[in-house]
């Protein structure tokens, strides 16, 4: 059974982007194949809450090879989209100096599959943040259902 949701998206304008596509690349620096966010819909600061999306396209570079005729995101990739949206919160929203590196996954479950033509929202919640390192639940949410869930944090280099 899948934990209860961070947050109730149906309070949450969904249409609504509060961090663009190019000022989430002013502080994270992947790109091409690796860039797994598309923007940051609503964020509470107090709260160390964040809501941000992936919309997966049949452009994606896994869709040829995982799996031919039945293309899945991969839970790597997931688990990618989801450190970048913890990146973008304490870069962006927190204005934490410095290069953020990938620290760890605490742990992960992957629930459902994630397709092509899907859009992946992604909750954060922020329940360590130090200086130097953070940690955030994060859970992907796909047409209402939870598809993953995971605990990563981050460190500052």
């Given at each position: 059974m899948p934990p209860v949701e961070l947050f109730d998206l149906s309070k949450i304008d969904l249409n609504k982007i509060v961090i663009t596509?190019?000022?989430?690349?002013?502080?994270?620096?992947?790109?091409?194949?690796?860039?797994?966010?598309?923007?940051?819909?609503?964020?509470?600061?107090?709260?160390?809450?964040?809501?941000g999306y992936k919309d997966?396209?049949?452009?994606?570079?896994?869709?040829?090879?995982?799996?031919p005729g039945r293309p899945l995101m991969?839970?790597?990739?997931?688990?990618?989209?989801?450190?970048?949206?913890?990146s973008v919160f304490v870069k962006?929203?927190?204005?934490?100096?410095?290069?953020?590196?990938?620290?760890?996954?605490?742990?992960?479950?992957?629930?459902?599959?994630v397709e092509p033509g899907k859009r992946l929202y992604l909750l954060g919640h922020i329940t360590v943040f130090k200086r130097r390192l953070y940690t955030c639940v994060v859970q992907g949410i796909v047409d209402g259902t939870m598809v993953f869930d995971t605990v990563v944090s981050g460190l500052n280099v």
């Open positions: 596509k190019e000022e989430i690349q002013a502080v994270n620096p992947q790109r091409h194949e690796m860039d797994q966010l598309d923007g940051i819909i609503w964020y509470d600061k107090e709260k160390f809450l964040i809501l997966v396209t049949e452009k994606e570079f896994w869709v040829r090879g995982h799996i991969p839970g790597v990739i997931m688990i990618e989209a989801a450190a970048q949206l913890s962006h929203v927190y204005q934490l100096p410095g290069f953020i590196g990938f620290a760890s996954i605490d742990s992960a479950k992957f629930r459902k599959t």
